[in-house]
């Protein structure tokens, strides 16, 4: 329900909320958020291709993706996979009697 980008901001939110109630006993860095964050959009394939590019990215300029990174990299295409969702015509079915 909603949209992948509605989606991006609150899984974004959610993980701040987290961080926020665990306090110092929180281990949830960057690196395993950005993990998390390519398991939870990789059912959607428009978005898991963001991941490759990323990968690509960082062999070419010998430095790892940054989470604050890839979620900028990730936004365009969730606005374009929302967009694309919104433009698909309805189907009408006739019925002959």
């Not at 899984?11 to 909320?17: D, F, G, P």
């Not at 926020?20 to 978005?47: P, Q, T, W």
């Not at 989470?67 to 967009?83: G, H, K, M, N």
Request: hydrophobic share 40%; aromatic share 12%; proline share 3%.
């Amino acid at each position: 329900r909603g949209s992948m980008v509605e989606f991006l901001a609150h899984w974004t939110q959610q993980t701040k909320l987290y961080q926020k109630i665990m306090g110092s006993v929180s281990n949830f860095n960057d690196a395993e958020k950005l993990v998390h964050l390519v398991r939870a959009v990789a059912s959607v394939s428009e978005l898991s291709q963001v991941k490759t590019t990323a990968d690509m990215v960082a062999a070419s300029t010998a430095t790892p993706f940054s989470f604050d990174q890839y979620y900028v990299l990730l936004s365009s295409p969730a606005a374009q996979y929302d967009a694309g969702l919104q433009q698909k015509p309805k189907r009408l079915t006739y019925c002959w009697l």
